[in-house]
């Protein structure tokens, strides 16, 4: 599997924003969808965001309108840009990429974690009131 070095996490207070952002090695970026999921402590992990490989968009509702999700295929990068953060966005932050794959996949697809084969290491986010 791909290496992945995950960066960004960090405190802040409510209504701030923070970047957290993967970087991949290898050379199927480009042909992957990418994900983002977070993990609260006694919750199990649940789906953030989405980009399909041709360029489809998935959130998860608790986050529209705040997080915006990117990626740069020659850079073979992952972002996801948090705006407008809550207490119960804290959690750690995992990126994660799938096995080479279609143009589509629906967002139930990609909201399953099962759909990916490398995964970060984890960042924390943490937004006090």
């Known amino acids: 599997q791909a290496q992945v070095t995950e960066s960004g996490g960090g405190t802040v207070q409510a209504g701030e924003s923070l970047r957290v952002s993967c970087a991949f090695s290898?050379?199927?970026?480009?042909?992957?969808?990418v994900g983002w999921f977070r993990q609260a402590p006694g919750k199990e992990r649940e789906f953030v965001a989405a980009?399909?490989?041709?360029?489809?968009?998935y959130y998860a509702d608790s986050v529209k309108g705040r997080f915006t999700i990117s990626r740069d295929n020659a850079k073979k990068t992952l972002s996801l840009q948090m705006n407008s953060l809550q207490p119960d966005d804290t959690a750690r932050y995992y990126c994660?990429?799938?096995?080479?794959?279609?143009?589509?996949?629906?967002?139930?697809?990609?909201?399953?974690?099962?759909?990916?084969?490398?995964w970060g290491q984890g960042t924390q986010v943490t937004v006090s009131s």
């Open positions: 980009i399909s490989r041709g360029g489809e968009i």
């Open positions: 290898g050379r199927t970026f480009g042909d992957t969808a």
């Open positions: 994660a990429k799938t096995p080479r794959i279609a143009y589509y996949a629906s967002k139930d697809y990609l909201s399953n974690q099962n759909a990916y084969d490398t």
